[in-house]
């Protein structure tokens, strides 16, 4: 662990010159010892003293700060590391992992967006994140926006993708919700060193690591230059499957799905069910027979009365968070269904 932390924390060791030297030198000591010549077939001549001098002790130290933080370090070729990591040279050969690791093994999804999202968009991303994480665990990355909803739909079943250091919660304002996703079973990973800062390189980054981790991507809402856009690109240059939904073409968070649907990366979809099918993973049961409410959820079905729009239900119960959690659960439980951003009985 020590030996493969230190050539990875070294300045000018990126994801493909580690597994390039690891490849061809099998272990950190080997690759100590290689001959000059050997080694500037991977490396530039200016990183040969520094890769004959590795900092053990800042590996070392990086170790003993991960652990007082309950923070897991998980290096390419480990036991818990993902194994979709492992298929692409370029994506990083390292993780820093806070709380449930056995998410890793699952089928992971991702739903992205604007970090300014329409009240469409926000209903829509914790509806779809509520009903695929009872199949797949919901990947996004953490910022405001669709991405916050995106999480709180699938708690517990959803990872948090930082690009900052894993123990600098960024952004601020989502701090509670990382505490209480890792409190309730979910998983908070990055790449970046303790302690490292965000900043513009480092989304991209993350996003690619968003991308090569899911099946597939669902962006909902974003501008045409939105990183959420990057993360949707990514996932189709690696294969994988990009999805989107129609909205106001009037509207700046509409360019992004349409610059994606015209230039043929991404499929419509209406429902999650239409990602479920995509993918031949089943349908979400619903037992119709002995359907038990709570009050609330007894009170909202009651207004449903021919078709209400998600605005018209805000201004008579102000809880945004609890009413969109009750409409997900009356459609789980098949007593409403949603067309466009309005809800009827079944």
């Known amino acids: 662990m020590i030996e493969k932390l230190a050539l990875i924390l070294t300045d000018g060791i990126g994801a493909r010159r580690y597994r390039k030297l690891i490849n061809k030198f099998k272990n950190v000591e080997n690759i100590m010892k290689a001959k000059t010549s050997e080694l500037l077939e991977i490396i530039p001549e200016s990183l040969v003293p520094k890769i004959r001098n590795l900092d053990f002790k800042r590996a070392e130290e990086e170790v003993k700060k991960a652990e007082k933080l309950n923070v897991k370090i998980l290096i390419l070729g480990d036991e818990n590391f993902p194994e979709e990591l492992e298929k692409f040279e370029f994506t990083t ?117 968003i991308s090569a981790l899911s099946i597939g991507v669902l962006l909902i809402e974003g501008s045409e230059d939105s990183g959420a856009l990057i993360t949707a690109k990514y996932a189709f240059e690696l294969n994988k499957e990009v999805f989107t939904i129609p909205n106001r073409v009037d509207i700046p968070q509409a360019r992004g799905p349409i610059k994606l649907l015209k230039q043929n990366i991404a499929q419509i979809v209406e429902s999650p069910e239409d990602i479920l099918n995509e993918f031949k993973l089943g349908t979400i049961n619903k037992n119709l027979n002995n359907i038990e409410l709570d009050d609330f959820e007894k009170l909202v079905y009651e207004k449903i009365v021919g078709r209400v729009s998600f605005d018209e239900l805000l201004e008579i119960f102000k809880d945004y968070s609890k009413l969109i959690t009750t409409l997900t659960s009356l459609e789980l439980k098949g007593l409403i269904k949603q067309i466009g951003g309005f809800y009827e009985r079944v």
């Open 93 to 209: 050969p390292i993780l820093y992992a806070w709380g449930n690791l056995k998410l890793l093994k699952k089928l992971k999804f991702a739903i992205v967006g604007t970090r300014k999202p329409t009240e469409y968009g926000k209903n829509l991303a914790y509806k779809f994140s509520n009903i695929l994480s009872q199949k797949l665990v919901i990947i996004s990355g953490g910022a405001i926006g669709i991405d916050t909803y995106a999480h709180l739909g699938s708690i517990p079943n959803t990872i948090v993708v930082l690009g900052s250091g894993i123990n600098v919660l960024h952004p601020k304002s989502n701090e509670k919700l990382f505490k209480r996703i890792y409190n309730e079973g979910g998983l908070i990973i990055s790449q970046f060193p303790l302690d490292f800062q965000p900043s513009k390189e480092t989304f991209p980054i993350r996003n690619l690591t």
